[in-house]
């Protein structure tokens, strides 16, 4: 009989503890004494777009009208992580370096007057040339 007493005491306490940790809490995402970083409108656009760029190219550029500076901004630094990974998946690095060279380019045409789009456009273009470049020559070797 105290076996049992004791047992259901034990599961007692066990459940009381478990159902503690059961609890939701705040995520933990910062660092403590840093703000915790939301990403803005632009940039959720902006990040959507480029996903989308590589499945729908023409969709991505009607939403890139949104915020077409910030969508220019992230396909450059998109083109940049592209070409950093190169060597690792060079048709993966190649097809991003291709969409978002030709997302910037169509922003930068639906904006002549911007001269950070075209710039841009210019800089994600010479990102794919240069993995082209880079391709061609690891093949001759």
């Known amino acids: 009989m105290k076996k049992i007493v004791l047992f259901l005491g034990t599961l007692a306490v066990a459940s009381v503890t ?3 940790c059961d609890e939701s809490s ?5 660092v403590v004494g840093r703000p915790e970083q ?4 632009s940039q959720v656009i902006a990040s959507q777009v480029l996903e989308m760029s590589l499945s729908s190219p023409e969709s991505a550029a ?7 500076e910030s969508v220019a901004q992230a396909a450059l630094e998109g083109a940049e992580q592209a070409l950093s990974e190169l ?12 969409s978002y060279a030709q997302l910037t380019a169509a922003i930068a045409a639906a904006s002549p007057s911007s001269e950070v789009l075209r710039d841009a456009a210019e800089k994600t273009e010479n990102a794919r040339l240069r ?9 001759q070797k």
């Open 131 to 139: 993995a082209v470049s880079a391709l061609a020559d690891a093949k």
């Open 38 to 41: 939301v990403a803005t409108p």
């Open 62 to 68: 009607q939403m890139a009208a949104k915020a077409p």
């Open 26 to 30: 705040q995520p933990q995402n910062n």
């Open 18 to 20: 478990l159902t503690g």
């Open 87 to 98: 060597q690792i998946s060079p048709e993966s690095a190649m097809l991003k370096l291709t």
